[in-house]
């Protein structure tokens, strides 16, 4: 067997396609269908940061972002670990190969194939790490913003000012949402051990419960009201 098999590249294939197209996926059916999780609540974080500008005492406000920013926090840590195991086993040479295959239900036909399933999901929670990283940057952005939220101002002058916000807070929670994603994909990746249908598999189970929660589940269909309550 070769270093990638025809079925090998089709599943390595199928994963980079459905890893790196889900967002514009996502956003079509959310340009097309609406009802769309991530879309839905830029229209609550907005009305958020239009309550948190007219609002005397923010504390609240500060409290809820900062647990936000401490999930972040963890599972920004929690990636990292991953990432030194999965660098520790890549690096681990022709003894941790030799471990590796010598389970049954791993399929591993060279070191290189070995390496190379292993470097996948490296990467999957490298491009998951950073952007928890930007995440957390961008919250830090967003509580300096809660701090200069004027104290006498127009309705006009805070609606507007909390428009802004949520330019930044937006952004920031949308990573954080890709960063948490990275592990669903880091799984489907990881599949790839146990075979080329296996990854397959996965990968499509991987993007249809992520579909799914982000438009059939009940937290997305309470969303969509919530929008369309607040719209309305």
Same mark, same amino acid.
């Given at each position: 067997?070769?270093?990638?098999?025809?079925?090998?590249?089709?599943?390595?294939?199928?994963?980079?396609?459905?890893?790196?197209?889900?967002?514009?996926?996502?956003?079509?059916? +959310? !340009? !097309? $269908?609406?009802?769309?999780?991530?879309?839905?609540?830029?229209?609550?974080?907005?009305?958020? %940061?239009? #309550?948190?500008?007219?609002?005397? #005492? $923010?504390?609240?406000?500060?409290?809820?972002?900062? !647990?936000?920013l401490s999930s972040a926090s963890f599972f920004a840590?929690?990636?990292?670990?991953?990432?030194?195991?999965?660098?520790?086993?890549?690096?681990?040479?022709?003894?941790?190969?030799?471990?590796?295959?010598? /389970?049954?239900? *791993?399929?591993?036909?060279?070191?290189?194939?070995?390496?190379?399933?292993?470097?996948?999901?490296?990467?999957?929670?490298?491009?998951? *790490?950073?952007?928890?990283?930007?995440?957390?940057?961008? %919250?830090?952005?967003?509580?300096?913003?809660?701090?200069?939220?004027?104290?006498?101002?127009?309705?006009?002058?805070?609606? !507007?000012?909390g428009d802004i916000a949520a330019r930044l807070l937006?952004?920031?929670?949308?990573?954080? #949402?890709?960063?948490?994603? +990275?592990?669903?994909?880091?799984?489907?990746?990881?599949?790839?051990?146990?075979?080329?249908?296996?990854?397959?598999?996965?990968?499509?189970?991987?993007?249809?419960?992520? /579909?799914?929660?982000?438009?059939?589940?009940?937290?997305?269909? +309470?969303?969509?009201?919530?929008?369309?309550? *607040?719209?309305?």
């Amino acid at each position: 067997m070769t270093l990638l098999s025809p079925l090998n590249f089709a599943a390595l294939a199928f994963f980079v396609i459905c890893w790196l197209g889900y967002q514009p996926i996502l956003r079509t059916l +959310a !340009h !097309h $269908r609406g009802g769309v999780i991530n879309t839905d609540m830029t229209v609550i974080r907005t009305a958020w %940061m239009r #309550n948190m500008s007219a609002r005397d #005492n $923010r504390f609240m406000d500060g409290q809820l972002l900062g !647990h936000a920013l401490s999930s972040a926090s963890f599972f920004a840590s929690s990636n990292l670990i991953l990432i030194a195991a999965i660098a520790s086993g890549l690096f681990g040479g022709e003894r941790t190969f030799r471990s590796a295959s010598s /389970l049954v239900v *791993l399929q591993t036909s060279s070191r290189l194939l070995f390496e190379g399933q292993l470097a996948l999901v490296l990467v999957t929670l490298a491009r998951g *790490l950073l952007d928890f990283m930007w995440s957390i940057r961008q %919250m830090n952005y967003c509580l300096a913003a809660f701090g200069a939220s004027p104290l006498v101002a127009t309705p006009e002058q805070q609606s !507007h000012y909390g428009d802004i916000a949520a330019r930044l807070l937006n952004p920031a929670l949308s990573s954080f #949402n890709q960063g948490v994603r +990275a592990y669903y994909f880091a799984l489907a990746a990881a599949a790839w051990l146990f075979g080329p249908v296996a990854c397959i598999g996965v990968t499509t189970g991987a993007m249809a419960l992520l /579909l799914w929660r982000q438009r059939r589940s009940r937290a997305a269909l +309470a969303i969509a009201d919530l929008r369309k309550l *607040l719209e309305g």
